[in-house]
């Protein structure tokens, strides 16, 4: 029988002390916020998937766990499709991803859950930082057609005319270009091919996807492994989780959108470009169309969001309660301010409320 959740005590002092025994990891990680979690429920679930989202869960994770000293909640950032994979083999609770179940794995989720169906539950927003490392080079804008050339292997060196377009008046170094992509099936990939394919036009012939697939470069395991790459090579660049380039100290390019505007990343302006997302799922599942090719003023255009998948029926009912009182917290406004610090957006709270009221009916 699954254990009724309980309501919390105004204090929650006991935060702080535990939160002070995390493990090791970024500064940033190193304290989890005071407050915000509504109510607890003992037991054990674990999860997997999405590098992108580590960081945020782990933060989500110290703090429901100090409020909640009865619960274990355990998340492995194994990447995307691993994590969807595991969730259809039945391993864990739920599966962090940052690319959908595609229509052939669909109902492979929807037959794990018991035929009813594996929902999308969009839980914070990443923004996907293009991260260098290149000595003498101070800011860097790039367009998406220069990005393109980059990653495609057509500019060679830190001061091919593309860059140069972009950048005028800036004096590159004409040091070799080293880019980094994704070895494992990943989300933030395909949000980055995504991208690409919306706004580059003939200067990218590879498609989106959660695999790489243009030719060279050096290949790295999830966003951590990205950023080790970029920060240890110089002429480098790469594609990854925002919070991954901040605490590593990388730079990141302004990127061009297609309202002609080189955007800096911050939460504001990755903000504006998920502003315009629509839900496209059915019923509970609250998967979200992005408009990459966006025209909105003052947005950066290459964001991900990162989705918690779980069954909207079906979980086993010794964890039910569980994950419904941690992915409570998850989507509340505490829990998504919770990880702006870290380099995450909230989602906007139109769609907040809908993944909360979702999270409250799973059965």
């Given at each position: 029988m699954a254990h009724r959740p309980r309501t919390l005590p105004a204090a929650l002092a006991l935060v702080a002390a535990l939160a002070a025994c995390a493990p090791d990891g970024p500064a940033a990680l190193q304290s989890a916020p005071l407050g915000g979690v509504q109510s607890c429920a003992p037991g054990a679930i674990t999860g997997q998937g999405s590098s992108a989202q580590a960081n945020a869960v782990n933060i989500w994770i110290r703090s429901y766990q100090a409020a909640c000293p009865d619960a274990a909640i355990e998340y492995g950032s194994i990447g995307s499709g691993a994590g969807l994979r595991a969730f259809i083999a039945g391993t864990?609770?739920?599966?962090?991803?940052?690319?959908l179940l595609t229509a052939e794995d669909q109902p492979k989720a929807d037959e794990r859950c018991g035929q009813a169906p594996a929902i999308h539950l969009p839980m914070v927003v990443g923004p996907v930082a293009l991260a260098y490392n290149v000595a003498g080079l101070g800011d860097l804008r790039l367009s998406p057609a220069t990005i393109a050339r980059i990653f495609a292997g057509t500019a060679k060196a830190w001061n091919d005319p593309a860059i140069a377009a972009d950048n005028p008046g800036a004096t590159l170094p004409p040091t070799p270009i080293k880019t980094v992509h994704r070895a494992d099936s990943s989300g933030t990939t395909n949000s980055f091919t995504s991208f690409l394919a919306a706004t580059a036009g003939g200067d990218w012939s590879f498609g989106s996807g959660t695999s790489w697939k243009a030719p060279g470069g050096e290949e790295r395991r999830g966003n951590a492994g990205m950023?080790?790459?970029?920060?240890?090579?110089?002429?480098?660049?790469?594609?990854?989780?925002?919070?991954?380039?901040?605490?590593?100290?990388?730079?990141?390019?302004?990127?061009?959108?297609?309202?002609?505007?080189?955007?800096?990343?911050?939460?504001?302006?990755?903000?504006?470009?998920?502003?315009?997302?629509?839900?496209?799922?059915?019923?509970?599942d609250l998967r979200l169309a992005l408009d990459y090719d966006t025209t909105t003023q003052d947005a950066y255009p290459v964001v991900l969001v990162t989705y918690e998948v779980v069954c909207a029926k079906g979980t086993r009912p010794a964890s039910l309660d569980l994950v419904k009182g941690f992915l409570a917290y998850t989507s509340s406004p505490a829990g998504q301010q919770a990880v702006t610090r870290l380099g995450y957006t909230p989602l906007p709270e139109e769609i907040r409320a809908r993944?909360?009221?979702?999270?409250?009916?799973?059965?």
């Amino acid at each position: 029988m699954a254990h009724r959740p309980r309501t919390l005590p105004a204090a929650l002092a006991l935060v702080a002390a535990l939160a002070a025994c995390a493990p090791d990891g970024p500064a940033a990680l190193q304290s989890a916020p005071l407050g915000g979690v509504q109510s607890c429920a003992p037991g054990a679930i674990t999860g997997q998937g999405s590098s992108a989202q580590a960081n945020a869960v782990n933060i989500w994770i110290r703090s429901y766990q100090a409020a909640c000293p009865d619960a274990a909640i355990e998340y492995g950032s194994i990447g995307s499709g691993a994590g969807l994979r595991a969730f259809i083999a039945g391993t864990g609770d739920f599966a962090g991803t940052d690319a959908l179940l595609t229509a052939e794995d669909q109902p492979k989720a929807d037959e794990r859950c018991g035929q009813a169906p594996a929902i999308h539950l969009p839980m914070v927003v990443g923004p996907v930082a293009l991260a260098y490392n290149v000595a003498g080079l101070g800011d860097l804008r790039l367009s998406p057609a220069t990005i393109a050339r980059i990653f495609a292997g057509t500019a060679k060196a830190w001061n091919d005319p593309a860059i140069a377009a972009d950048n005028p008046g800036a004096t590159l170094p004409p040091t070799p270009i080293k880019t980094v992509h994704r070895a494992d099936s990943s989300g933030t990939t395909n949000s980055f091919t995504s991208f690409l394919a919306a706004t580059a036009g003939g200067d990218w012939s590879f498609g989106s996807g959660t695999s790489w697939k243009a030719p060279g470069g050096e290949e790295r395991r999830g966003n951590a492994g990205m950023a080790a790459a970029v920060t240890q090579t110089d002429g480098a660049i790469g594609y990854m989780e925002w919070s991954y380039a901040q605490a590593n100290n990388l730079d990141t390019a302004k990127v061009g959108n297609s309202a002609g505007q080189f955007v800096e990343l911050t939460n504001q302006a990755a903000g504006r470009a998920v502003a315009t997302a629509e839900v496209s799922g059915a019923g509970g599942d609250l998967r979200l169309a992005l408009d990459y090719d966006t025209t909105t003023q003052d947005a950066y255009p290459v964001v991900l969001v990162t989705y918690e998948v779980v069954c909207a029926k079906g979980t086993r009912p010794a964890s039910l309660d569980l994950v419904k009182g941690f992915l409570a917290y998850t989507s509340s406004p505490a829990g998504q301010q919770a990880v702006t610090r870290l380099g995450y957006t909230p989602l906007p709270e139109e769609i907040r409320a809908r993944v909360a009221t979702t999270v409250s009916a799973l059965g």
